[in-house]
Structures are given as structure tokens and as C-alpha cells.
DNA sequence: AGTTTCGGCGCC
DNA sequence: AAAGGGCGCCGAAACT
């Protein structure tokens, strides 16, 4: 029994399908279904299914209640060996990859559709993006043949894999949705920001901070201006360049405590308040779109309702249904644990070695167990500090951990060159990702070295933009290789879940939730940790490095912290 | 009038 | 002296 099939729409408005070999080669005859459901459940114990997009095939599927193993997704595949090619700025379409292949003129990306409360999957996309079955697989053959040309092919094939597993579970995500209580979100509202006023404006709270910061200037100034209040200030003999928190904390005055309230409700008001709620929540459930690695670094993002962003406040409003439990899971110190991993560093391996606190047992070794400067300082060295204590405490990091130091900063000065930037499992960050404004990338030139290099080495200083290059590149193996690692857990909770009630119903960087019946909450925190430990020794290999999560057990997603 | 950028803050 | 990495979201401001 061949277990990878390959399938694509046919032209009479069905689909297609035909079973795999070994170098992604067609072994059987084409056959036909009316749908892919009719396709997928006629084939039971096909364990991959090879498609063009996974978001465009599995929520018809999952519609149908038909849930697949796994899948491969054609063209994220194409998009991570287009990256690793060093070719990132290539159409990623299935149909532009064959048209490398043939040698024709290929076709741009169509655009992408843009959120709308909501909204579905169309259930027909243009004709034009889809490819008949033999020209899928051709494409798909060569992507077998490219990841063997990559620098390490197992990693390569994990990582596209990974991903295909990620864009399941995003799917499966997208149709449970979230359980979120419009009461206790209402309640919370009223709580923070008063009655709402007929005809949409402010809710009573924030018109009498803004009252409180008018009174405080003895003028009408409107906190949510920023250049009004700057003025203000200025008008008060106090010179401000913006209206950031942390600048105006500083500043002694009567408005800023009302102002700084009026922000932070305001931004609650505007981002999460009772229109967010009647845009985004129905039946019971919050449903953002999740969409698997949306990001150079991996990382996952969510197209409209802000579902990575929900403020701690808010977050009462997530409730198991009756009957159920929230199984709430944090990585502990997921990024240094990362970094461990990935440099190989002797100190920094021993203490991720251990599921105590990490921070704690490198600032016993390095900070005189200082946790807080520890934290600040591995956070510093992994986000590309440049000013403040975090520089001295970043000598102190490097003088007992030089491997881990050494290899982020590897990274970022590759990433000032123009060089390539690898994460563990090889996810690529393009050369000059993170600007966008790069003139010779625009222009389609690519940056040699030597003008990089001339860049870096000027007289005077590097230029802005490199060095934030160098930033993004020093960040980006850490983050990406912790993406890379999330993948492979997330695959395999979600093999766990498959054999329970239990549903996988968020997942924010380093965070998942798990909705089940009560009585599995046990079986879940153990499915957690068990996948934890595959994922950290499928994606890293041989390792000391431990990657340990804190479970809750909550009715509620605030009770979780 | 419609579209893009900016400022500020939410989360990690 | 230097105010870090990744995102999304919103309204206002600045464009075309």
C-alpha cells in the first residue's frame, strides 16, 4: 500500500489523484472523485497527502468532517526551498515553479486577499493558480530533488514537513475557533471602561480621563492626538518627542497619570472592545484566521482580530465550555533553551539541561544571581542590544557562555554582509529582510559582498540599515529555530489529540491551549510534555538541552498566570 | 475619495 | 549617545 497520494483539482470540476513512489514519482493509475472529501475517505490509510495548498484544500475537507494525517503543502515547500536558494523574492506559486522548470515565462503571485470579519475561505479560487495533477507532481518531484541539494536534506525535508503539519493545524484551529464568553467580555468592558454612550463615542470612562487630562493642561486637548499632546506638553514648558509610555513616566505633571490610563483603555476600547466583540465572536467561539508560518522567522500571525495580541484583561473572557478544561502550556525560557541548542555551548547547554529555572542558573553562574539582569542580558544578546546596562551585562554573558554569545553574533554580522542566515532546521531569512527599503534589492541587484562589506566598513559607521539587518539576523536563529521547534511540537500534539475529544484550539509562539473534556486533562498535560521532548529531539538531534513547559489546568485563560 | 504611512501599544 | 527582535490593529495624518 503506497501512503502518499498526490491530489489536485481536474478540470471537470472533481479531482484527481494517484499514488507516489520514492523521489515523488507517480506509481498508479490517475483516478477520480467528485471532491477531495469523496477522494480522502476512499483512501483511509493514505498517512500524506501531497497538495497545492493546504489552505485552500483542507477547510473544504474538514467542512466535511474529514480530517488527513498529514500533507504536503507544494507551494510552503516552494516558498522555504526558494528562501534556502538564496531566490526569496521568486514567485512561490505552484504554477511559477513549474514554469521555472519548463523554462517559460512565469507567472507573478496572485495578491493576497485581505481579512474581513469573518470571512471564509473562498470556495473557488482563479482557476489560473491551480495545477493539473501530473504538472503538480512534476513540480513536487523536483522539490524532492532540490531538498536533497540543501545543506543538511533531513533537516530540510523536517522543516517542509513541519510546516505542512503547522498549516493542519491552523486549519483545524480556524474551524474550532477559541471558546470566548460575549458575556464575561461585555462584563469586563463595563468594568474598565463604563456605559457606552448612544452614538458610538467614547464609553464614559475614557471621556472623563480625557476631561482629567484637558483639566490637567487647562485646555481641551485630546489624549488620543499625539501631536495635540506633544503641543500641550510643550505649551507646559515640557519638552517631549512623542507620547510613548516610557518617555512619559518620566516627565512630572498632572496630565500624565490620566493620560496614561486613557491609553491603555483606549487601546482596549479600540482593539478589543464591544465592536471587536460583534465583529469577531459567534456562537460561542472567537475565530481568527491562523495562518502557519506567516513570517520570515516562522513565527505564526493571524489575519484580522488580533488573536496574538488579546490583552491579559480580556483574556477572561476564555472559557471552557461546561464540562470542559483549558490546558494552557508555556514553554519556560523557550528562547535561551533554544539557543542552547543550536550553538552547542557547553555552560548554556548544561543549565537548559535542567527544567529549573534557566534565568535563575545563569545569573547564578554569571549575575551573582541577579535573575532580572540575567534575563535582560540573554534577552539583549538574542534581540541585538546596543545601549544601556544590557551591553555590560552582555560581557558578563560572554564571558561565561562565549559559544552561544559567539554564535548570535555570527549571525548578525552574516546578516550586516548580505550573507545567508540559517535557522537549525534551515528556514532562510533573505538577506535584506526586515527593511524593505533596501534601493539595490529594489532594483533587483544583488548585494555582493564587497558593497556590503564597503558599507560595514565606511568611515564612520556601518550604515543604519545594516546594522538593523545584522539585528533581524542575530534574532532571527533564535526565533526561527524556536519556530522550527513549536512546528514539530504542535505535529505532535496534535497526533495526540486526534485520539481524544480534545482540541487544539490556540497556539501563540511559545504558548498552546488545548480545550478538553475534563477527564482528559491528565492524558493532555502528559501528551504535552511527551511532545515537547519528541520535538525537541527530532528537531535538534542528540541533545542535553531540556524543553520543559508550565501546564494550567483552568476554566479560564486568565486563571492560567 | 481612496490608499499608504505613522504613532502607539497589545502580545510573544 | 545610542531606547533591541517578531508581529497586528486602529485612527489619524499624509499622501495621491
Same mark, same amino acid.
Given at each position: 500500500?503506497?501512503?502518499?497520494?498526490?491530489?489536485?483539482?481536474?478540470?471537470?470540476?472533481?479531482?484527481?489523484?494517484?499514488?507516489?513512489?520514492?523521489g515523488g514519482l507517480l506509481t498508479g493509475?490517475?483516478?477520480?472523485?467528485?471532491?477531495?472529501?469523496?477522494?480522502?475517505?476512499?483512501?483511509?490509510?493514505?498517512?500524506?497527502?501531497?497538495?497545492?495548498?493546504?489552505?485552500?484544500?483542507?477547510?473544504?475537507?474538514?467542512?466535511?468532517?474529514?480530517?488527513?494525517?498529514?500533507?504536503?503543502?507544494?507551494?510552503?515547500?516552494?516558498?522555504?526551498?526558494?528562501?534556502?536558494?538564496?531566490?526569496?523574492?521568486?514567485?512561490? =506559486?505552484?504554477?511559477?515553479?513549474?514554469?521555472?522548470?519548463?523554462?517559460?515565462?512565469?507567472?507573478?503571485?496572485?495578491?493576497?486577499?485581505?481579512?474581513?470579519?469573518?470571512?471564509?475561505?473562498?470556495?473557488?479560487?482563479?482557476?489560473?493558480?491551480?495545477?493539473?495533477?501530473?504538472?503538480?507532481?512534476?513540480?513536487?518531484?523536483?522539490?524532492?530533488?532540490?531538498?536533497?541539494?540543501?545543506?543538511?536534506?533531513?533537516?530540510?525535508?523536517?522543516?517542509?514537513?513541519?510546516? =505542512?503539519?503547522?498549516?493542519?493545524?491552523?486549519?483545524?484551529?480556524?474551524?474550532?475557533?477559541?471558546?470566548? =464568553?460575549?458575556?464575561?467580555?461585555?462584563?469586563?468592558?463595563?468594568?474598565?471602561?463604563?456605559?457606552?454612550?448612544?452614538?458610538?463615542?467614547?464609553?464614559?470612562?475614557?471621556?472623563?480621563?480625557?476631561?482629567?487630562?484637558?483639566?490637567?493642561?487647562?485646555?481641551?486637548?485630546?489624549?488620543?492626538?499625539?501631536?495635540?499632546?506633544?503641543?500641550?506638553?510643550?505649551?507646559?514648558?515640557?519638552?517631549?518627542?512623542?507620547?510613548?509610555?516610557?518617555?512619559?513616566?518620566?516627565?512630572?505633571?498632572?496630565?500624565?497619570?490620566?493620560?496614561?490610563?486613557?491609553?491603555?483603555?483606549?487601546?482596549?476600547?479600540?482593539?478589543?472592545?464591544?465592536?471587536?466583540?460583534?465583529?469577531?465572536?459567534?456562537?460561542?467561539?472567537?475565530?481568527?484566521?491562523?495562518?502557519?508560518?506567516?513570517?520570515?522567522?516562522?513565527?505564526?500571525?493571524?489575519?484580522g482580530g488580533g488573536a496574538l495580541q488579546?490583552?491579559?484583561?480580556?483574556?477572561?473572557?476564555?472559557?471552557?465550555?461546561?464540562?470542559?478544561?483549558?490546558?494552557?502550556?508555556?514553554?519556560?525560557?523557550?528562547?535561551?533553551?533554544?539557543?542552547?541548542?543550536?550553538?552547542?555551548?557547553?555552560?548554556?547547554?548544561?543549565?537548559?539541561?535542567?527544567?529549573?529555572?534557566?534565568?535563575?542558573?545563569?545569573?547564578?553562574?554569571?549575575?551573582?544571581?541577579?535573575?532580572?539582569?540575567?534575563?535582560?542580558?540573554?534577552?539583549?544578546?538574542?534581540?541585538?542590544?546596543?545601549?544601556?546596562?544590557?551591553?555590560?551585562?552582555?560581557?558578563?554573558?560572554?564571558?561565561?557562555?562565549?559559544?552561544?554569545?559567539?554564535?548570535?553574533?555570527?549571525?548578525?554580522?552574516?546578516?550586516?554582509?548580505?550573507?545567508?542566515?540559517?535557522?537549525?532546521?534551515?528556514?532562510?531569512?533573505?538577506?535584506?529582510?526586515?527593511?524593505?527599503?533596501?534601493?539595490?534589492?529594489?532594483?533587483?541587484?544583488?548585494?555582493?559582498?564587497?558593497?556590503?562589506?564597503?558599507?560595514?566598513?565606511?568611515?564612520?559607521?556601518?550604515?543604519?540599515?545594516?546594522?538593523?539587518?545584522?539585528?533581524?539576523?542575530?534574532?532571527?536563529?533564535?526565533?526561527?529555530?524556536?519556530?522550527?521547534?513549536?512546528?514539530?511540537?504542535?505535529?505532535?500534539?496534535?497526533?495526540?489529540?486526534?485520539?481524544?475529544?480534545?482540541?487544539?484550539?490556540?497556539?501563540?509562539?511559545?504558548?498552546v491551549i488545548v480545550h478538553c473534556p475534563?477527564?482528559?486533562?491528565?492524558?493532555?498535560?502528559?501528551?504535552?510534555?511527551?511532545?515537547?521532548?519528541?520535538?525537541?529531539?527530532?528537531?535538534?538531534?542528540?541533545?542535553?538541552?531540556?524543553?520543559?513547559?508550565?501546564?494550567?489546568?483552568?476554566?479560564?485563560?486568565?486563571?492560567?498566570?
Amino acid at each position: 500500500m503506497t501512503d502518499r497520494w498526490a491530489l489536485a483539482p481536474a478540470e471537470d470540476g472533481g479531482v484527481e489523484f494517484a499514488p507516489l513512489g520514492p523521489g515523488g514519482l507517480l506509481t498508479g493509475p490517475v483516478r477520480r472523485a467528485a471532491d477531495p472529501a469523496e477522494a480522502v475517505r476512499g483512501l483511509p490509510d493514505v498517512t500524506r497527502w501531497v497538495w497545492r495548498s493546504t489552505a485552500e484544500t483542507y477547510p473544504r475537507l474538514l467542512a466535511t468532517g474529514v480530517r488527513v494525517e498529514r500533507c504536503y503543502d507544494v507551494e510552503d515547500a516552494e516558498t522555504l526551498l526558494l528562501g534556502h536558494e538564496g531566490r526569496s523574492g521568486e514567485p512561490r =506559486s505552484a504554477a511559477a515553479a513549474l514554469a521555472r522548470l519548463r523554462g517559460g515565462p512565469v507567472p507573478p503571485d496572485p495578491p493576497q486577499r485581505s481579512a474581513e470579519p469573518g470571512s471564509q475561505s473562498p470556495l473557488f479560487e482563479p482557476q489560473s493558480v491551480h495545477l493539473p495533477l501530473t504538472d503538480l507532481v512534476e513540480v513536487y518531484t523536483e522539490q524532492q530533488r532540490r531538498h536533497d541539494a540543501t545543506a543538511h536534506p533531513d533537516r530540510m525535508r523536517l522543516l517542509t514537513a513541519a510546516e =505542512s503539519a503547522g498549516m493542519l493545524v491552523a486549519a483545524e484551529m480556524n474551524r474550532s475557533g477559541l471558546p470566548w =464568553s460575549a458575556d464575561v467580555h461585555r462584563r469586563v468592558l463595563h468594568e474598565l471602561l463604563g456605559e457606552r454612550y448612544a452614538g458610538g463615542g467614547e464609553p464614559r470612562r475614557l471621556a472623563e480621563l480625557a476631561d482629567e487630562v484637558s483639566a490637567a493642561f487647562g485646555r481641551r486637548v485630546r489624549p488620543d492626538l499625539p501631536a495635540d499632546v506633544v503641543k500641550a506638553f510643550a505649551q507646559a514648558g515640557i519638552k517631549v518627542k512623542s507620547t510613548r509610555r516610557w518617555e512619559l513616566e518620566s516627565v512630572d505633571h498632572p496630565a500624565v497619570k490620566p493620560l496614561i490610563e486613557y491609553k491603555k483603555l483606549y487601546r482596549i476600547w479600540v482593539a478589543h472592545g464591544w465592536s471587536w466583540l460583534q465583529d469577531w465572536v459567534r456562537e460561542g467561539r472567537f475565530r481568527p484566521e491562523f495562518q502557519a508560518g506567516g513570517t520570515v522567522t516562522g513565527r505564526w500571525v493571524t489575519n484580522g482580530g488580533g488573536a496574538l495580541q488579546i490583552p491579559k484583561v480580556i483574556r477572561r473572557a476564555v472559557v471552557a465550555e461546561p464540562g470542559w478544561r483549558l490546558v494552557v502550556a508555556d514553554a519556560d525560557q523557550m528562547e535561551p533553551r533554544v539557543l542552547a541548542a543550536i550553538s552547542r555551548d557547553p555552560g548554556l547547554m548544561e543549565v537548559a539541561g535542567r527544567e529549573t529555572d534557566l534565568y535563575q542558573s545563569v545569573s547564578d553562574r554569571a549575575f551573582s544571581g541577579d535573575r532580572a539582569q540575567a534575563k535582560l542580558a540573554v534577552l539583549g544578546a538574542v534581540y541585538g542590544q546596543t545601549s544601556g546596562d544590557g551591553l555590560k551585562n552582555l560581557a558578563a554573558l560572554r564571558r561565561r557562555f562565549p559559544k552561544a554569545v559567539a554564535y548570535v553574533d555570527d549571525a548578525a554580522r552574516a546578516g550586516e554582509e548580505g550573507r545567508l542566515v540559517r535557522t537549525w532546521l534551515g528556514r532562510t531569512c533573505p538577506p535584506a529582510a526586515g527593511t524593505g527599503d533596501d534601493a539595490s534589492e529594489e532594483a533587483g541587484i544583488p548585494v555582493t559582498e564587497d558593497e556590503s562589506a564597503d558599507r560595514q566598513w565606511a568611515p564612520g559607521y556601518a550604515s543604519t540599515d545594516a546594522r538593523a539587518r545584522g539585528r533581524f539576523a542575530r534574532n532571527f536563529v533564535v526565533q526561527g529555530s524556536a519556530a522550527d521547534w513549536t512546528l514539530l511540537l504542535l505535529a505532535a500534539l496534535r497526533q495526540s489529540c486526534a485520539d481524544m475529544a480534545a482540541e487544539l484550539v490556540f497556539f501563540q509562539h511559545d504558548e498552546v491551549i488545548v480545550h478538553c473534556p475534563e477527564e482528559e486533562t491528565e492524558t493532555v498535560v502528559a501528551a504535552i510534555r511527551e511532545a515537547a521532548e519528541l520535538a525537541g529531539r527530532l528537531t535538534f538531534g542528540e541533545t542535553p538541552v531540556r524543553f520543559p513547559f508550565t501546564t494550567a489546568v483552568v476554566e479560564c485563560y486568565a486563571d492560567a498566570k
